[in-house]
């Protein structure tokens, strides 16, 4: 005579609808919640969509690996010393309405980036730093990115772009003229700043 099943014993049946309670549940609380708490959230006034430029220079900046060494995520002050750090006030939901997808990343191999437009407004300086990261900041371990640039020798076509290295890496009669990747992808990191208050009757 058999032994009376235990309510414990799983089956196949008993599995997969443990398995989809769990998923479902899951759905809820990581999908469905931030969604309704969410979908009323606008834009703070003072945050611009991007411009057509900006958003090539998004597509770059995901294209070229950013997003594995740098967050866009400054955190709160009780979790991290972001704000010493000089990179800005946490943000808050509103900050990311324009960002499909969002690139708020899980790495700082490098300095967080949501504010490096305000930190670091010089579009010579970001063009030089793709160029030879180190030239910019000495011992840094960013990879340089000298294909978004054309090096030649003579001077540069009317409307060209050109590079103003510093005097130990620019070469006499050699011009750095940057492609319009590099262009697109520095007016992306120039937009990055959300300095302004995050919420409505904030002082800046």
């Known amino acids: 005579m058999n032994a ?9 049946l008993r599995l997969i609808t443990g ?11 990581l999908v469905v919640m931030p969604y309704l708490l969410l979908q009323n959230v606008t834009p703070p006034a003072a945050l611009k ?7 090539v220079g998004r597509q770059s900046y995901i294209a070229n690996g950013c997003v594995y060494c740098h967050s866009q995520q400054p955190r709160d002050t ?7 750090r000089g990179w800005g006030r946490p943000t808050v939901a509103g900050d990311y309405a324009y960002d499909t997808p969002h690139l708020l990343g899980t790495m700082r191999t490098g300095p ?15 063009l030089g730093h793709l160029y030879q990261p180190r ?10 990115y000298p294909y978004l640039f054309e090096v030649r020798k003579g001077q540069p076509k009317p409307g060209e772009t050109v590079v103003n290295l510093p005097p130990a ?12 990747e590099a262009l697109a992808l520095v007016s992306y990191l120039l937009s ?3 300095t302004y208050p995050a919420l409505a009757g904030e002082k800046r």
């Open 78 to 84: 009780k979790q991290a010393p972001d704000a010493k």
């Open 49 to 55: 969509p991007y411009t057509n430029e900006q958003l």
């Open 192 to 194: 990055l700043d959300r």
């Open 135 to 144: 030239a910019y900041t000495p011992g840094s371990i960013m990879p340089s």
């Open 112 to 126: 967080d980036l949501m504010n490096i437009g305000a930190r670091q407004p010089s579009k010579d300086w970001h």
């Open 19 to 29: 398995a989809m309670v769990i998923l479902g549940g899951a759905t809820g609380i």
């Open 169 to 180: 890496l620019a070469k006499p009669d050699e011009v750095v003229v940057a492609k319009p």
């Open 4 to 12: 009376k099943a235990n309510v414990w014993d799983m089956d196949e």
